[in-house]
Every structure is written in C-alpha cells, then in structure tokens.
C-alpha cells in the first residue's frame, strides 16, 4: 500500500495527473488547429469561438487575443478588436506586433494620431519593423506631412528592398511635392516588386507612373502605361479615363482625340457612375469642331457637377466657336465666379469683349488676366490686338513685342507687329517683321501680301 501511494503522487504536478494535463493540452492543440482552419477558411466567427476556448484555458498568453482579435478585424468589428489587442499589450508590454495590428485598426477608423502613436511604440520596441516604418508613413502621407511619409518609406526600404508599399506612399509622396522623377523611380520599383509578392496590384501602381510620366509631359510612355494597366485588368474604368486625358494633353492629332472620345465612351460603359466623362467628351467635341455635341455634353456635365468652373468654360469656348457670343460672355463669367483667379477664364472672356467691340471691358479683363499670368503669351498677344483696335499702335506694338519675347518661334506675333508697324507707317520695321513671319511659316499668303504692301509703300516696287 506504501508503495502504491507513492507512485500515485509521483504522477500528479500541480495537484492534476499527467495524463489530465495532456488532455488539457491536447484540447487547447485541436482548437487551435481548429481555429486556424477557420480563419484559413475566412470563417472568422467559427475562428472567434475557437479562441474563445482556448483563451478560457489559456488567459495569460497573449499570442491568444492577437489572434482573435484579428479575427475581429477582419469582419470588420473594429472595436473588439481593439480590445483583444489592448489585452495583448497589457499582458506583455513589448508586443511589437499588438501595437502595430492596433495601430492598424485606430488607422481603419481614421483615428490617425492613435495610429501612429502605436506605430512609434512598435518602432521603439524592434527598430527593425519595416511594416511599422511603412504604415506610419501611410498615414503622415494622408496627413499631407510628406517629408515625414518619404524619410519613414525610406527606412523601411532600407529594412525591406523588396517590400512594394513603401514605395507606393514614398512615390506618392514624392509626387505630391512635385519630384516626378523620384516618383517614377519609386512606382517602378513598386510594379518590379509586386511580382515577389502575393499582392497583384500591378494595374494600379501602371496608373500611378503614368499619372507622373504625365507630369513629366512624356506622353507616350503614359500611354504605354496605361495600355498595360488595360491589358492587365480590362474592367477598369479608370484606366481608360487617364489614358483619354494623356491623349487630350498631348499634342496630339484629331484621330487621337477621337481615340480618346473612344477611350470615355467605355469608362462610362464599364462604369455608369463615371460622369466626369460628359466633361472631357465636351472638351474633345470642342477640339475637333463639333461644337453643338460639345455643347450638349457640357450640358450633362453641368447637371451633375455644378461648381466646375471647367465646364462652364469650356462650354463658353464651344459658344465662341460657334460665334454666340453673349452666351460666351455669360458662360465664362459663370467660370470667373466660381475661380476668379483663373487667367485663362478672364482672357478668354476678354477676347469676346473684343469681339463684341467692348474696349473698356476687354482691356481690363486683359489687364487682370495678365496680372495673374504675366507669362501667358497669349493673354500679351490679344491684348496688342485690343489696342491695335483702339488705334493705340504704340501700346499694341509694345504688347506683341512681349508675346515675342515669351514666345519666339509664333508667326502670328510677328505679323500683328509688322501690321501696327503699318499703320504708323514704320514701312522698314514691318518689312521686318514679315520676313520674320514668313522664315516661320513660308506659305503665310496673308503675309505674304502684307509684305508686298510694305514694300511697295517703302519704295521697293519691283519687290513688292
């Protein structure tokens, strides 16, 4: 019997048998497989209940609340997430990971400053958490604080080259305070590192370096671009809206403003809600001389976005075309309400001023629209014109000689100088300036018979 009593003890710890212990453990194992299942799965409810068992048998161990609390994240119960997570930091306050899934979850509920104090705890923790560096500059990106954003991507990259969100919010960064080259760099990274990672956002980040070769005016590899996003996710909307903008910045000829007509038409097909679209189809009708579909489209557009100043200019533009001019006037008026410090707005309603005879009017819209853009070329150019009806000819040869000065190589500055020069009967000066003219553009008839004129008043007969 003595010898019966001892073994018995011999297999008890903490007052249970050894094989009650490997039960007990055996249970929490098979929750926990159980559970892992489940969130494997995305059946993160039946998950819940599993770590629910397991926490009941298992409260100080706080791996336990980091896991369900992710559980709670991910159906998107913000709240019990964070206080799994809290009860992990409480229970081991050198949880790197809990401070940065906390940090995660204040960043869901737009709860910035909580974010990155989590963040900043996790950094001060493990100096080497590359996930902590970028999301913290995530959220100073979304705080406009973009020096902040680049020096926390930065050293991220430094901990983890071949981690692409630090260089999507580094290039995004660097996009916003207008270093397009280092976007580029940036967002190209970001296309070369998505193919080592499970995460397929190629599409996008195509888009993003496109937005920046934009910038940089290189249209065609925006193009190319986009083109690609297109091939990669032909669903998307988006990417044919940019890629019809690149095609109405650049330079470009009337079939590719009819690609990009082409371009709109399917982001409104694969995206009814899109209705920036009946803005940009207004401006392209404008551009290739189709002015009542311009018309009827920036009238849509109106509907639908009735502070866009825009669209009420371009409407205006559409109007002049068609010579209407009062509803012109009108048009562009609405656009200087809505953005008064817009120059081109001011020049253009300037110009129909002209047009109508309004001299007064037109040249103190010029005046304004010259002093908010003293190097619009333009806006010099049309304001000689002004003067030129007036029959101030000094005044109008001193504005043509600025448009001149801002750009050189337009025949049309040189031949409204060479006119004025007429008209003060300055025969050299506007021989001068017709020759110039024509070395430009060699079949300006125009020009051509002016110079003629020129020459015949200064006494060149046989040249004339």
């Given at each position: ?123 001060t923790i493990d100096k080497n958490n590359a996930e902590a560096y970028r999301w913290r500059g995530e959220i100073?990106f979304y705080q406009d604080k973009f020096d902040e954003a680049i020096k926390d991507c930065t050293t991220a ?308």
């Open positions: 019997m003595e010898g019966q009593k001892q073994q018995t003890e011999q297999i008890k710890v903490n007052g249970k048998t050894i094989l009650q212990i490997n039960q007990h453990d055996t249970m929490i194992e098979q929750a926990r497989e159980l559970a892992e299942k489940y969130i494997e799965d995305e059946d993160y409810n039946a998950a819940i209940k599993e770590y629910d068992k397991i926490i009941q048998a298992e409260r100080d161990k706080p791996e336990n609340y980091l896991r369900r609390g992710e559980c709670y994240f991910f159906i998107k119960d913000y709240d019990n997430a964070i206080i799994n997570y809290t009860q992990a930091i409480e229970l081991d306050l050198q949880f790197s990971a809990a401070y940065c899934f906390r940090g995660e979850v204040y960043y869901k509920k737009d709860d910035y400053e909580k974010a990155i104090t989590d963040y900043s705890k996790a950094i100073y990259i430094s901990l983890a080259p071949e981690f692409p969100f630090a260089y999507r919010w580094r290039g995004r960064s660097y996009y916003e305070i207008d270093e397009m080259e280092k976007a580029v760099d940036d967002f190209t990274n970001e296309i070369i590192y998505y193919s080592l990672t499970p995460f397929n956002y190629t599409d996008e980040a195509l888009q993003r370096r496109a937005d920046a070769y934009l910038s940089l005016r290189k249209y065609d590899l925006a193009i190319k671009d986009l083109s690609e996003a297109i091939r990669i996710n032909p669903a998307g909307a988006s990417y044919y809206y940019s890629r019809a903008i690149v095609y109405i910045s650049k330079d470009s000829q009337e079939y590719e403003y009819k690609l990009a007509i082409e371009d709109l038409n399917k982001a409104l097909e694969l995206d009814s809600d899109y209705t920036l679209v009946y803005k940009r189809r207004g401006q392209l009708y404008n551009y290739i001389g189709e002015y009542d579909k311009a018309i009827h489209e920036l009238n849509t557009a109106a509907k639908h976005f009735p502070d866009d100043p825009y669209i009420f200019f371009f409407r205006g533009c559409a109007m002049a075309n068609k010579e209407d001019y009062k509803k012109a006037e009108k048009d562009f008026s609405k656009a200087i309400q809505l953005a008064p410090e817009e120059p081109a707005f001011i020049r253009e309603r300037a110009k129909i001023y002209g047009m109508e005879g309004d001299i007064n009017n037109a040249l103190r819209d010029f005046d304004k629209a010259i002093s908010l853009n003293p190097d619009d070329p333009e806006s010099w150019e049309f304001r000689g014109l002004t003067y030129f009806k007036a029959e101030d000819f000094d005044k109008a040869i001193s504005d043509l000689t600025k448009a001149i000065n801002l750009d050189k190589d337009n025949p049309d500055f040189y031949e409204s100088r060479g006119e004025a020069y007429l008209e003060k009967e300055d025969w050299r000066s506007a021989i001068s300036n017709f020759e110039k003219t024509l070395s430009i553009d060699p079949e300006n008839v125009d020009s051509i018979y002016l110079l003629g004129i020129a020459y015949h008043c200064n006494g060149e007969y046989d040249k004339a």
